[in-house]
């Protein structure tokens, strides 16, 4: 006689103790395992986000170019027509002057003299520029009359036992030993000196002037 299932559940298969285990209730077990758990999803997409970050990173690099700019020198040329730097007749002219102070000058007194005797030619309608004949070419003293109203002066000064400065030791053995033609030549002396160069300055600078 068949008993009625209690509380409307199905009747279920008992399996006693030492009976074996059914194939197809191992596989029910199984199946109700998940593959994967949220720790290994979680694993699997970080690895992902990671492959694509690197792939579209490599992709840009390789897309970029790198812009090389090309730089040239281009020489610079003066003309032809350049004024000399040590060309005093030249820079006369330029500038519309027509007094030169040249200064032979160890300690700087002397230049300085030589600056306050250029400004004192703006008195006379001279407008006037100083010069060191160390840096100048002392053979266009020549050429120096070709101004109008024009007028070289020469401050200078000594040093030791009356020896010619420096920047006017040149100059003073150009006049002493060549033979410039200073015919028409405007000038003037202001010496600041021993006593023994007085000599050397009058016999071989004053004189070879006045010849």
């Not at 992902?48 to 170019?65: C, D, F, G, V």
């Not at 790198?66 to 006369?92: C, D, G, M, R």
């Not at 002397?110 to 400004?119: T, V």
């Not at 060191?132 to 020469?154: G, Q, R, W, Y």
Request: contains cysteine; charged residues 25%; negative net charge.
């Amino acid at each position: 006689m068949d008993l009625p299932a209690v509380n409307g559940l199905q009747p279920k298969a008992i399996r006693m103790a030492g009976s074996p285990v059914l194939e197809n209730e191992d596989k029910t077990e199984i199946l109700d395992e998940p593959l994967f758990s949220t720790l290994d999803i979680i694993l699997l997409s970080a690895l992902l986000l990671a492959a694509l970050w690197w792939l579209m990173r490599r992709n840009k690099q390789e897309e970029y170019t790198p812009v090389t700019k090309s730089y040239s020198i281009q020489p610079t040329i003066f003309p032809a027509t350049q004024t000399s730097e040590n060309s005093f007749i030249k820079k006369l002219k330029t500038s519309g002057r027509s007094l030169v102070v040249f200064y032979g000058s160890q300690t700087g007194t002397a230049e300085e003299f030589a600056g306050r005797l250029a400004k004192e030619g703006i008195r006379y309608k001279m407008k006037g520029m100083v010069a060191d004949p160390e840096e100048c070419d002392m053979e266009e003293l020549i050429h120096l009359k070709t101004i109008p109203n024009s007028m070289a002066v020469f401050c200078l000064a000594t040093y030791g036992e009356g020896d010619p400065t420096d920047n006017a030791m040149e100059f003073i053995d150009w006049l002493k030993n060549g033979d410039p033609d200073l015919n028409g030549l405007n000038y003037a002396v202001s010496t600041i000196f021993h006593t023994l160069f007085y000599f050397v300055l009058y016999f071989i600078f004053i004189k070879k002037l006045e010849n």
